[in-house]
């Protein structure tokens, strides 16, 4: 069961890049027309970050499949699922349509705070 949920959270990495890969788009007018802080960092910084992302989000999915218990496990899964349903449809919504009102609600109904719902915190079993 711990090779199943390891192999389930890995393929939710990968509809989230595959996701992001095909709806996320900075470089047309309507992206750069937008007022940009001047706290944003520049492009280039997206482009080393994202893939670090995804790779931690693998090893964390891999590392709770392997070391905590089986219930926890799924109840982290679904919420790593729906917060990776949430996140595409915030730049589905964003990028795409230009829908900032059903983005913003995409973003306040994603779960924040997994670990301490599933109970799974450093040093659990």
């Not at 047309?28 to 280039?44: C, I, V």
């Not at 595409?88 to 779960?111: D, E, G, K």
């Amino acid at each position: 069961m711990k090779n199943l949920t390891a192999f389930a959270g890995v393929a939710l990495v990968f509809v989230y890049v595959i996701g992001s890969g095909l709806w996320v788009n900075t470089g047309d007018g309507w992206y750069r027309s937008l007022n940009q802080p001047a706290w944003q960092p520049p492009d280039f910084i997206f482009g080393i970050i994202w893939p670090y992302n995804f790779i931690v989000l693998g090893i964390a999915a891999v590392t709770i499949a392997q070391r905590a218990t089986t219930t926890t496990t799924l109840i982290y899964l679904s919420f790593f699922a729906l917060s990776v349903a949430c996140a595409l449809t915030w730049a589905f919504q964003f990028y795409r349509p230009h829908n900032l009102s059903l983005a913003s609600m995409a973003l306040y109904i994603c779960p924040n705070d997994t670990p301490q719902r599933t109970g799974f915190t450093q040093g659990s079993e």
